[in-house]
Nanobody, 118 residues
Framework: VQLQASGGGLVQAGGSLRLSCVVS????????MGWFRQAPGKQREFVAF???????NYAASVKGRFTITRDNAKNTVYLQMNSLKPEDTAVYYC?????????????WGQGTQVTVSS
């Protein structure tokens, strides 16, 4: 199982970025995909998820500004981030939880840095 995240960078407050996460090693269409983030000195936190059917859920802090989508033909999940704020600065990770033998195993991408300047 591999997850490769990209698209991070440095942007001014109010700007936009689109993160991508290309996956392999499992049947992408069947699984919920998520984005999490971890700011310096803080715990990793949930940002958004999207189900195999396209239903979405967001953290309150990003709702209305971020949009998660998926392209099953490309095995890719995206996170469009608009109206970025300095507090959005973090390393962003894509995630999938795979079930096997009655237990869940979480897999993470390598992370992509997002820095929002004020």
């Amino acid at each position: 199982v591999q997850l490769q995240a990209s698209g991070g960078g440095l942007v001014q407050a109010g700007g936009s970025l689109r993160l991508s996460c290309v996956v392999s090693g499992f049947t992408f269409d069947d699984y919920v995909m998520g984005w999490f983030r971890q700011a310096p000195g803080k715990q990793r936190e949930f940002v958004a998820f999207i189900t195999s059917g396209g239903a979405t859920n967001y953290a309150a802090s990003v709702k209305g500004r971020f949009t998660i989508t998926r392209d099953n033909a490309k095995n890719t999940v995206y996170l469009q981030m608009n109206s970025l704020k300095p507090e959005d600065t973090a390393v962003y990770y894509c995630n999938v939880g795979l079930m096997g033998g009655g237990s869940r195993s979480d897999y993470w991408g390598q992370g992509t840095q997002v820095t929002v300047s004020s």
